[in-house]
């Protein structure tokens, strides 16, 4: 059973460009959330995906953008880059119902560094 | 809001000693608390999680934690390091069920002694 599988998990961009992360979330999970994880620091929550509408939506600004797709699967867009976005970007992925509520399954992430 | 706050950046134990990972929580409503591992290039495992049963609890890899409401805590502990444990450990937060947006500490790490 494959977990949730993200990609690219390694890019490079420059000032100004603009980037586009993918997430495919485990087997029988229908949210999407993603989290910035910078050098050295926790985990940051960006927003959440449901029912392909963005649910929650942390401190971060209109630049990073998000959606999610009929099967699940979803996409974090960054305009406008700028060298503090350098990070791990993360994408985790839970299940509405049942026990498994507040229970996320991470990807391994998406390491981006701006030069 | 909620908050959690992870004492020691940098914690080294010997080999069969006890691990004690220190994580203190702020929160305006009971909240449902959370510890992580992540190890090299890797994303986050969740080692354990309360949610308001019972205050002690057990994990997987032989951790466990306990929460007490009075001291706004809740430490992980593992009575034997071992060498595969040396990892980045994260402590997390979130106002209650349902609600999946966590709030992380920003983390220790783990470095075991041989």
């Known amino acids: 059973d494959a977990g949730v599988t993200q990609s690219p998990t390694h890019l490079i961009k420059t000032r100004g460009q603009q980037v586009t992360l993918r997430c495919s979330p485990k087997?029988?999970?229908?949210?999407v959330s993603w989290y910035q994880q910078a050098l050295g620091q926790g985990p940051q929550f960006i927003f959440q995906?449901?029912?392909?509408?963005?649910?929650q939506r942390g401190n971060f600004p209109d630049r990073f953008s998000g959606h999610q797709f009929p099967n699940y699967s979803s996409e974090l867009n960054v305009n406008a880059l700028l060298l503090g976005d350098s990070a791990l970007y993360l994408c985790?992925?839970?299940?509405?119902?049942?026990?498994?509520?507040?229970?996320?399954?991470f990807g391994a992430g998406s390491r981006l560094t701006v030069l | 809001a909620q908050s959690v706050t992870q004492l020691g950046s940098h914690v080294s134990v010997s080999e069969g000693a006890l691990v004690l990972l220190r994580c203190n929580y702020s929160?305006?409503?009971?909240?449902?608390l959370f510890w992580y591992v992540q190890y090299p290039n890797q994303g986050l495992q969740l080692l354990l999680k309360?949610?308001?049963?019972?205050?002690l609890v057990k994990g997987i890899n032989g951790f466990e934690a306990e929460f007490k409401k009075s001291e706004t805590s809740f430490h992980l502990t593992k009575p034997s390091a071992h060498m595969s444990d040396a990892a980045e450990y994260f402590c997390?937060?979130?106002?209650?069920?349902?609600?999946?947006?966590?709030?992380f500490g920003t983390g220790t790490r783990l470095t075991i002694i041989p």
């Open positions: 985790a992925s839970s299940s509405d119902r049942g026990s498994g509520a507040n229970v996320l399954t």
């Open positions: 087997s029988g999970h229908d949210t």
């Open positions: 995906y449901y029912e392909e509408e963005e649910r």
């Open positions: 929160s305006s409503v009971p909240p449902y």
């Open positions: 309360y949610t308001s049963a019972a205050t």
């Open positions: 997390a937060v979130t106002p209650g069920f349902g609600n999946e947006k966590l709030t």
